[in-house]
């Protein structure tokens, strides 16, 4: 196969950027998009170009950090991957193929494709775990808790923090991945104690960062690599007011 | 050079509890007072960064990736063992030790594996009680799993992604202390050098990826939590990033390296489809319950999963049913893997590059039905047909043995320290419990141990002796390390030669996969030596880069890790070379029986190899640490 690849290029976050067009020769249908780019690289690196960076590591669609924006979708075409996951048997010889990083005002770009999602990290630090120490915890069966709930549990606990609900948002909001956090831990009994201050803690941080509000268009769950659900945010909302209603810094 | 591993005396069951008794503590009101780095943000590293903040300890810690919760831990699928026998199926905290010492192969430590398995049975109330969202039954208690061949079910999962979810508990811990304070963060900055005063580690060199700016941190103490070094075969299953830096930067600094040549073949990965293959992906072993393994008894060139289906049963080889007829295809992994490797070697291996084996589950589906089977592995049948394009409810899967885990790591005494004083190294990064082989879902268990319940006591025991003054960062030490790793850095930019990193980190996997890899002999190893010092000659002279030192700058920091995974693979070489015996996952072709099958020398090899730095370019040398076994009694594994 033979691609085309217009890509954004951007030196740094001072830069300007602007979109850079590579052809890429001898493409392999059973290559996956990021191994698409190591050969555009290689062959940029060979010619003394900078190559393109971009963000990866698992390669296995779990860490949650390759992050492109390929034909105005996050993660590409295909429904429930992520972009390390995608391979290059969806797209056509002669595909003409754009890439962009995430663009939204809370996930600045660093270079070319990759972008800062400290944000993320930050809501999580506002109350997105349930504060007790290593030791002295009850034994793990002293709580049984339902399948079901657990289960429910851990589909929103899937979440790979990717950012691409955010890139899919009109509005770049970030309530599906703060949503998940906040489902996983108020569906279980562990998570009760500090159920209102999280809820409230974490939408505070999230206006805090820069993410816009949420229209519910559910571009995110559609967009979403792991299909959380948007239920989720429905949860989120319950969480959100019931607490300001019962909370004491109302 | 003697090699005190301050194993307590005593009985086994007796001995941690002793230890955690005798060490020194520090008084509560002085924790603030003394400063911890941990280098790692993996599972070891998160939990034991997270548990030092709740002490009272001033942390920073570390990670390449953009955020603490992308370590390659969250990559694990299969599960974690615990010795909870909630099964009430016969587990105990000895079965769980003895398991794990025999399917090492009887190349660990008899106390450093007790003491792994007496506390796995803390690590799963310590997650749940985090919100770690486990399998469960329907009566609302913890489900389990039998794994990796136990006999018992103590394999503690959420659904294939354990993993990820151990990993945000410990992020999750870890995120609270960095809210409180305790623990600083210093997320996509490298360490690149280890600082000594006066003999003890008191800080790291690092570079901050995004600005290329080289800093220095000093501390008390440092923490190394840096995983393990399988991408030295440049294709494995460990994520890109993962690398031997920070450990191979220690043991220049006078931290013993053991066991190097102590690497995980699993089995069952997707096999590799061509040259731009960048990393393998493991399929779970679970797969192998099921799926029968096989390979045409006459080799057929570029033979497909699809025409394979048209193969009648007669000219079929389940080799291992025919080989190993009381385990058939469930022997263990490093069985399953070399016996692969033979077929291949043999001409029989499939696939577009006859380096596959069919693992075939249409007696399952004829069986049990499709829906059965898709109940069981529907997930990794999707996962296969997203990779290969492949349907495996149609057709044959294909797979091959790929490197997953390396047993090898800095050299740790009882209390998690290397010899270097006041350097630890935790999780995947150390030699201590696995001996020649790991079990299935027993690293998840370890760099837990290690981080949420071992590490924070036995820390203390050091720091109660230190006192409290801080190594200005302006020492001559840090200085002379700074400018170490600028000039280094600098070298690397100024070679201007005509081979990317990457090639030459090729280069090498395939010089290690074929010489190092499931099966070793003197007269490749010999070669490969050689071949390896010639590597890393031409790098130094003909690695191509671009950009700069002050930006962020992908190609050099591969180029930089690639430099010393070189180095690692001539230690590994040397290790495997000194080792003339088969044991746990290799074959050491001088040492088998007269059916062909591995011969573990107990006699003359029954000890740690801990290797010595002697300066650049010099041989290293070789120090022992004999293993007792006072326990459990040695056998020779068979599974025929
Ligand atoms: C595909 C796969 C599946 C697996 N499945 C299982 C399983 O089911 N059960 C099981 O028990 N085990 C499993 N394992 C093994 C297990 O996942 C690992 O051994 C374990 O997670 C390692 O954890 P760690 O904390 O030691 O290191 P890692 O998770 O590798 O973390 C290393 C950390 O160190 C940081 N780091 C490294 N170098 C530097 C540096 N120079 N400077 C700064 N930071 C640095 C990284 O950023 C990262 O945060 C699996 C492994 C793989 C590859
Ligand atoms: S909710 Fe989905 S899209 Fe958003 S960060 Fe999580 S996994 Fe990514
Ligand atoms: S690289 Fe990890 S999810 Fe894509």
Known sequence: ?250 | MKLDSKIPEGPLAEKWTKHKFNVKLVNPANKRKYDIIVVGSGLAGASAAASFGELGYNVKCFCFQDSPRRAHSIAAQGGINAAKNYQNDGDSVFRLFYDTIKGGDYRGREGNTYRLAEVSVNIIDQCVAQGVPFAREYGGLLANRSFGGAQVSRTFYAKGQTGQQLLLGAYSALSRQIDSGKVKMYNRTEMLDLVMVDGQARGIVTRNLITGEIESHSAHAVVLATGGYGNVFFLSTNAMGSNCTAAWRAHKKGALFSNPCYTQIHPTCIPVSGDHQSKLTLMSESLRNDGRVWVPKKGIKGLTAKAATEIPEEERDYYLERIYPAFGNLVPRDVASRNAKNVCDEGRGVGSTGLAVFLDFSDAIKRDGKDVVKGKYGNLFDMYKQITGDDPYEAPMMIYPAVHYTMGGLWVDYNLMTTVPGAYAIGEANFSDHGANRLGASALMQGLADGYFIIPYTIGNYLASMPYDKVSTDHEAFKTAEKEVKERLDKLLSINGTKTPDQFHKELGLIMWEYCGMSRNEKGLTLAKEKIKALKKEFWSNVKLVGGNDELNMSLEKANRVADFIELGELMIDDALDRRESCGGHFREESQTEEGEAKRMDDEYAYVAAWAFQGENQEEILHKEELIFENVKLTQRSYK
């Not at chain 1, 800062?116 to 506002?126: L, V």
């Not at chain 1, 108020?186 to 974490?202: C, D, I, N, S």
């Not at chain 1, 969480?239 to 909370?247: I, Q, R, T, V």
């Open chain 1, 1 to 250: 196969m033979n691609i085309t690849l217009k890509v954004w290029r951007q030196k740094n976050a001072q830069d300007k950027g602007g979109f850079k067009t590579y052809p890429v020769a001898n493409v392999s249908p059973d290559m996956s998009f990021l191994e698409m780019f190591d050969v555009l690289n290689e062959q940029l690196l060979a010619k003394g170009e900078d190559p393109v960076h971009f963000d990866h590591d698992c390669r296995e669609g779990i860490c949650g950090m390759c992050s492109m924006y390929i034909n105005g979708k996050p993660h590409g075409p295909k429904d429930a991957v992520t972009t390390c996951q995608l391979h290059m048997r969806s797209f056509k010889d002669g595909d003409s193929i754009t890439v962009e990083p995430w663009r939204a005002k809370a996930f600045p770009v660093v270079k070319d494709l990759v972008t800062d999602r400290s944000a993320f990290d930050r809501i999580i630090q506002s109350g997105g775990y349930i504060s007790i120490n290593t030791g002295g915890v009850p034994d793990a069966n002293e709580i049984p808790i339902p399948k079901k709930i657990a289960d429910q549990a851990m589909d929103a606990a899937t979440c790979i923090g990717c950012g691409a609900c955010v890139a899919a948002c009109k509005n770049a909001s970030a309530m599906l991945f703060v949503s998940a956090k906040v489902s996983q831990l108020a569906m279980l009994p562990q998570g009760q104690v500090e159920r209102k201050t999280r809820a409230e803690r974490m939408v505070a941080q999230m206006d805090e960062e820069g993410f816009g509000a949420c229209t519910n268009t559910g571009a995110c769950s559609a967009e979403c690599p792991k299909e959380i659900s948007l239920e989720n945010i429905a949860r989120l909302n319950r969480e959100f007011y019931g607490a300001k209603l019962k909370s004491e810094n109302v």
